[in-house]
């Protein structure tokens, strides 16, 4: 069965830091391009960021350019993001999803049941 499991998310006051996890069960996440994902309530879900098989090519929206980092570790068969300088505006439930490309998709087939980031002092 395969299956993405976010961890990582939590409360944090703004300025602060947090790293999601997006771990693979079932399939192994080095022929997969891995996308995260955000919705906040009342808003449309919106890409954040998306990484390559070999982890060289990577892409960032607009909003989180400069504070977020995405990373994979294909041996740890998971992804990572890096969030840092966060604001209230980052307050969502993230997901990643997977898709079976090299390259970042505009469209995923595997998704997490993603993890509540809360940015608020």
């Known amino acids: 069965q395969l299956q993405l499991v976010e961890s990582g998310g939590g409360l944090v006051q703004p300025g602060g830091s947090l790293r999601l996890s997006c771990a693979a069960s079932?399939?192994?996440?080095?022929?997969?391009?891995i996308g995260w994902f955000r919705q906040a309530p009342g808003k449309e879900r919106e890409g954040v960021s998306c990484?390559?098989?070999?982890?060289?090519?990577?892409n960032y929206a607009n909003s989180v350019k400069g504070r977020f980092t995405i990373s994979r570790d294909n041996a740890k068969n998971t992804v990572y993001l890096q969030m840092n300088s966060l604001k209230p505006e980052d307050t969502a439930v993230y997901y990643c999803?997977?898709?079976?490309?090299?390259?970042?998709?505009?469209?995923?087939?595997?998704w997490g049941q993603g993890t509540q980031v809360t940015v608020s002092s």
């Open positions: 999803a997977a898709d079976e490309a090299r390259f970042c998709t505009p469209e995923y087939d595997y």
């Open positions: 079932g399939f192994t996440l080095d022929s997969y391009a």
């Open positions: 990484i390559s098989t070999s982890g060289g090519s990577t």
